[in-house]
């Protein structure tokens, strides 16, 4: 059975930093892309950050400078630093994988299209930042 279980948000002040992380069971996250994607109310799922499984990392522009995906492959866990929170950083936040997407460019379009052929989300991590 695959799943993929967030947790690690929280509610934080403009400026402070979280880390987020997301075990994963029943998926072989050996090849392929694992990313972050986040939702606020009413809206879609937005890319965030993806990692590959030769450890290339994209990340959307919103976040960069600020964000750092990692994975840890013996454990199957992917893990989100979010240093220098800003509010609009408020969201739900879900991880999701696809086996057959590595490499700059394919991740860029996996993150900009939600991750179309996932269909395992989890109950995702919510992250509140007050100003």
């Known amino acids: 059975q695959v799943e993929f279980v967030e947790s690690g948000g929280g509610s934080v002040q403009s400026g402070e930093s979280l880390r987020l992380s997301c075990k994963i069971s029943g998926y072989d996250t050996s090849s392929g892309c694992i990313g972050w994607f986040r939702q606020t109310l009413g809206q879609e799922r937005d890319g965030v950050a993806a990692?590959?499984?030769?450890?290339?990392?994209e990340y959307a522009e919103s976040v960069k400078g600020r964000f750092t995906i990692s994975h840890d492959k013996a454990r199957n866990i992917v893990w989100l630093q979010m240093d220098r929170l800003m509010p609009e950083d408020t969201a739900m936040y879900f991880c999701?994988?696809?086996?057959?997407?590595?490499?700059?460019?394919?991740?860029?379009?996996?993150?900009?299209?939600?991750?179309?052929?996932?269909?395992?989300w989890g109950q995702g991590t919510q992250v509140t930042v007050s100003s």
């Open positions: 990692i590959d499984d030769a450890g290339i990392t």
């Open positions: 999701a994988a696809e086996s057959t997407i590595r490499g700059p460019r394919p991740m860029y379009w996996w993150l900009q299209l939600h991750a179309p052929a996932f269909n395992s």
